[in-house]
């Protein structure tokens, strides 16, 4: 099985903004910092890479290390919440919904 499949971010996702991040920060470009961040991150889902890209510089002062990055991502319970209204929105229709109030009496 292909490893780049298994991953949550696409690779010319984080390819574009590890670059953005290096240009902001006039950062030299290294293999293995890009292993190192590319390994971390691949799990991330796209928007939520990207938002912490954008927030890290808006409010660093230096090239984020890891740590730093990973501060602007959201939590896990965060992930958990969002995950579950996703799943509430696509299961339960309008209709369905307007139909449980009706019963509970809400």
Known sequence: MDKE???VLNKYIFDNYYKMLLLN??????????????EFFKNETETDFKNAVMQAIRNE????NIAELS??????EE??????KNIKVETVTE????????M???
């Open 104 to 106: 509970l009496k809400i």
């Open 71 to 76: 501060k602007y991502l959201p939590t896990t």
């Open 61 to 64: 002062k230096y090239f984020p």
């Open 25 to 38: 920060y006039n950062k030299k470009h290294t293999q293995s910092l890009y292993k190192m961040y590319y």
């Open 95 to 102: 209709e369905e919904e307007k139909e449980l109030k009706e």
């Open 5 to 7: 499949k298994e991953c």
């Open 79 to 84: 992930k958990k919440l969002r995950d579950w």
